[in-house]
């Protein structure tokens, strides 16, 4: 049973009522019910966390790490800005798929350049909720194809 931490960044607690013509209606439970029942169907678990602040993420990143066998995650803002964030994902040696709600490609130019990208196996955006689920298949095949990933 592959074990899956699912982080979410600053004002994804907000999902559901901020900008829905953005990120859409299903709120931040919604999304992790969905990928929990996801991962139920495969017989995986996960395990979510949100946080405001860059030091909360860095901080679950590093303890989820000794549970899971792999992150999906989605900071967010931090996701162009953070460093911290990155240095983490790097320093805890899991696979780790970048998941976006939008598609940040598409969007300001700011949102263009993820400062975690190269250190994550993959990147998902723009497919709303269901941007978790392919994460967390993406994710799933990654461990199975090479479980050493995992260790």
Not at 29 to 34: A, K, Q, T, W
Not at 111 to 116: A, D, E, F, G
């Given at each position: 049973m592959a074990k899956i931490a699912v982080i979410h960044g600053?004002?994804?607690h907000l999902t559901g009522k901020r900008e829905p013509g953005i990120y859409g209606?299903?709120?931040?439970?919604?999304?992790?019910?969905?990928t929990a029942a996801a991962a139920a169907e495969a017989s995986s678990q996960v395990k979510?966390?949100?946080s405001n602040s860059e030091g909360g993420i860095i901080d679950a990143l590093t303890q989820l790490a000794d549970w899971a066998d792999g992150i999906i995650i989605n900071a967010g803002a931090y996701t162009h800005t953070s460093y911290a964030i990155r240095d983490a994902i790097a320093g805890i040696g899991l696979p780790t798929v970048e998941v976006h709600l939008s598609n940040i490609s598409a969007r300001e130019s700011f949102?263009?350049?993820?400062?975690?990208a190269p250190v994550c196996i993959g990147q998902i955006a723009g497919f709303g909720p269901f941007s978790y689920i392919l994460g967390l298949q993406a994710l799933l095949?990654?461990?199975k194809a090479d479980p050493r990933s995992s260790q």
């Open positions: 600053p004002n994804l209606t299903a709120t931040l439970e919604d999304i992790n019910n969905r979510a966390f949100q949102r263009h350049t993820s400062t975690l095949h990654h461990i």
